[in-house]
């Protein structure tokens, strides 16, 4: 339950409930100003990609969550989900009940890989692929998975987590909260062979020390490192000293190329110093994956050296990052895929005019890259911009100061808005489906089943 406001209190719209969002909430509650944060989430359920971009299979993110349920316990912190900025409700009505907006809406969609035959039936984004498994609703309950041999191109912690869910067997997962569709689908799975492409070599991988060494726990999982694929120049060589992260990927990797099969049934193979040139097809569908040797610059880049290999396989995924979409309202760039901004001003367009009141963080602000630390610093120096203009006077105070006001404008349009209160009973009810059979948790997928879930009396 958030705190009734004041006249005076300073009244801040946060869009997205991310960890950007969140963030951003936590720091302008905990600063000198008096201050109520409605975070707005176009989901039913908060918490961004910590829910729904991350593989079910990583148990330090629950650590994350309980640090998010934290900020979101905070009575000057009110929840409103199920809530499409932009669509059912307006930027310049945000503008009429709040004093600022911060647009922390993060990034869902897929980079191109801009090969020749990518419109083949196959290649699919990675993030298409982690909505399912995932069980976000905006997502199919489905998924292809009779290829036998599978290309990933990326040698990020994505790509990593698409391997490991293709590898893994079905009931190696069933222990976490995936639906029952994601469990059949992967049950049914007959990849066998999983190779990952990565254009440069070992030293430039943006892998996690841990994730990647954590990729071979599993017993059914195999991870394959071919030696010559272990390869430094003075750039990589530099970049191992500079950074412990950096050499200790590197040592994982050199391990997995030197030692002795264990025998597991699937085979993870990372192959390194190999660029995409082309998917082909056969019948619309993929039947190959092509990719040019490369070798270093001495500088940490490559050049391509005209030599190359054509890999047996019947799927692509890309795994080449991240896109952000548009917000209906607000300034976008399409090339950069962001928000113009100052480093926290929304802009009219990059090197243009700010835009009173409009703010933004996280990965719409920057771009998909960084971890959570970047998050917190990124929050910071937004919420620290936002807070000296308060602080200073440019920001035009609104005639709403009712909290119930932007409540009875959402329910006016018809809007089931999902409260804290409402996600503590989602909570509850996936928690009670997967106490049923005996684990913490399982998702519920379709998004009305959410709302109802959130809504116990919408469901009577």
Excluded at 76 to 88: K, P, Q
Excluded at 182 to 198: M, P, Q, R
Aim: charged share 25%.
């Amino acid at each position: 339950m958030s705190t009734p406001t004041s006249d005076n209190t300073l009244r801040v719209a946060v869009v997205g409930s991310g960890p950007a969002g969140i963030y951003a909430s936590d720091l302008l509650v905990k600063s000198d100003v008096d201050v109520h944060v409605d975070l707005f989430e176009r989901m039913p359920a908060p918490f961004g990609l910590i829910r729904y971009g991350v593989a079910p299979d990583h148990p330090r993110i629950k650590g994350i969550v309980k640090s998010l349920h934290n900020v979101l316990d905070k009575p000057e912190i009110r929840l409103l989900a199920n809530v499409n900025v932009g669509e059912d409700v307006t930027v310049e009505e945000l503008q009429e009940y709040y004093d600022a907006v911060i647009f922390a809406t993060g990034a869902t969609a897929d980079r191109d890989l801009n090969v020749p035959g990518a419109e083949l039936d196959g290649h699919y984004g990675a993030g298409q692929f982690v909505g399912f498994y995932d069980g976000n609703p905006n997502f199919t309950r489905d998924w292809d998975l009779t290829a036998e041999k599978v290309a990933i191109v990326g040698v990020g912690n994505v790509a990593l987590d698409i391997a490991r869910v293709l590898a893994k067997t079905a009931d190696e997962l069933k222990v976490t909260e995936i639906p029952d569709n994601v469990y059949d689908n992967l049950n049914a799975s007959a990849a066998k062979e999983i190779h990952v492409f990565g254009r440069r070599g070992p030293a430039q991988a943006k892998f996690s020390p841990l994730e990647l060494k954590e990729l071979d726990h599993s017993d059914s999982i195999e991870v394959i490192v071919d030696p010559e694929d272990i390869d430094y120049d003075e750039a990589s060589e530099a970049a191992r000293r500079e950074a412990k992260s950096v050499d200790l990927v590197c040592q994982t990797l050199e391990g997995y190329a030197m030692r002795d099969p264990k025998g597991a049934p699937h085979k993870l193979f990372i192959h390194f110093f190999e660029s995409p040139v082309e998917i082909i097809g056969e019948d619309s569908k993929v039947s190959g994956f092509v990719t040019e040797r490369t070798e270093l610059d001495g500088n940490g880049g490559v050049t391509a050296t005209g030599e190359t290999t054509t890999w047996d396989v019947q799927a692509v995924y890309r795994a080449v990052g991240y896109r952000s979409d548009a917000v209906n309202g607000v300034p976008f760039d399409d090339h950069r895929a962001v928000i113009p901004n100052d480093e926290g001003h929304v802009l009219t367009e990059f090197g243009g005019d700010i835009i009173p009141g409009l703010y933004t963080t996280g990965w719409i602000k920057r771009g998909p890259v960084g971890l959570i630390g970047n998050t917190k610093s990124d929050a910071k120096d937004t919420t620290t911009m936002l807070l000296d203009d308060y602080r200073n006077g440019t920001l035009t105070p609104t005639e709403h100061r009712d909290d119930q006001a932007i409540l009875d404008h959402l329910k006016d349009k018809g809007v089931k808005v999902t409260t804290w209160e409402g996600w503590h009973n989602l909570d509850a009810a996936e928690r009670a489906l997967g106490e049923a059979e005996g684990r913490e948790r399982k998702k519920i997928v379709e998004w009305d089943d959410m709302v109802n879930a959130s809504h116990p009396e919408y469901s009577i």
